[in-house]
């Protein structure tokens, strides 16, 4: 079993800054690609941004000089350094990590953490 948990989402006025964490936990042999994702009220969930097991990045476009994704391979765990927030940031926060077991591989995702930019 694997488990991810997202925590550090809470409320912040826009222009404000907040970090992201996920932790992964379980009978992992190997986490290859991780991702942060986002799904704002009535609307899909979109990816944020996304960091291999070799530290490539790549952000969506909206996020792009703003966030900043990173990983500890060696906690098993992902950060998201939010900065400049926006109120369209306003989103549940999922992680998601592709995860090899020794019984299978897959995707593992999060439970998410709520993100509410407002003044």
């Known amino acids: 079993q694997v488990q991810l948990v997202e925590s550090g989402g809470g409320v912040v006025q826009p222009g404000g800054s907040l970090r992201l964490s996920c932790g992964v936990s379980g009978s992992i042999l190997m986490i290859n690609d991780m991702g942060w994702y986002r799904q704002a009220p009535g609307q899909q969930r979109e990816l944020v941004a996304t960091?291999?097991?070799?530290?490539?990045?790549n952000y969506a476009d909206s996020v792009k000089g703003r966030f900043g994704i990173s990983r500890d391979n060696a906690k098993y765990t992902m950060y998201l350094q939010m900065n400049s927030l926006k109120p369209e940031d306003t989103a549940v926060y999922y992680c998601k990590a592709q995860v090899t077991t020794p019984f299978a591989g897959g995707d593992y995702w999060g439970q998410g953490t709520q993100v509410t930019v407002s003044s």
């Open positions: 960091i291999s097991d070799g530290g490539y990045t």
